[in-house]
């Protein structure tokens, strides 16, 4: 299994901007696809972005599309979610999540594909 350990949340005002990071674990990184999702109090974990094991193919959801861009590094073992254009609703703990097994291609978005999560980070926008 791989360890996940996302940094970055914090408190922003509406509109701003923030990039989280994920770091992982172990020597086969680029063997994951990857994900992030969040959560708000109250309501279940959503699907936010995801990015294939390439990194060539990655998808987003619609209320985060155009705002918030999903990468890797591969040689850094790490994923990132760049934030911009910060909303209010955007507020949630965020966790990034690890699938082994899946085709280089290939990318996944619900949290019943992935296998490996990471504590969270919380993000706050202020309005």
């Known amino acids: 299994q791989v360890q996940l350990v996302e940094s970055g949340g914090g408190l922003v005002q509406a509109g701003g901007s923030l990039r989280l990071s994920c770091a992982a674990s172990?020597?086969?990184?680029?063997?994951?696809?990857m994900g992030w999702f969040r959560q708000a109090p109250g309501k279940e974990r959503e699907f936010v972005a995801a990015?294939?094991?390439?990194?060539?193919?990655?998808s987003y959801a619609d209320s985060v599309k155009g705002r918030f861009t999903i990468s890797r590094d591969n040689a850094k073992n790490t994923v990132d979610l760049q934030m911009n254009s910060l909303r209010p609703e955007d507020t949630a703990v965020y966790y990034c999540a690890a699938r082994a097994d899946l085709h280089r291609l290939v990318v996944a978005t619900t949290p019943a594909d992935y296998t490996s999560w990471g504590q969270g980070t919380q993000v706050t926008v202020s309005s």
């Open positions: 990015i294939s094991r390439s990194g060539t193919s990655t």
């Open positions: 172990g020597r086969t990184f680029s063997s994951y696809a």
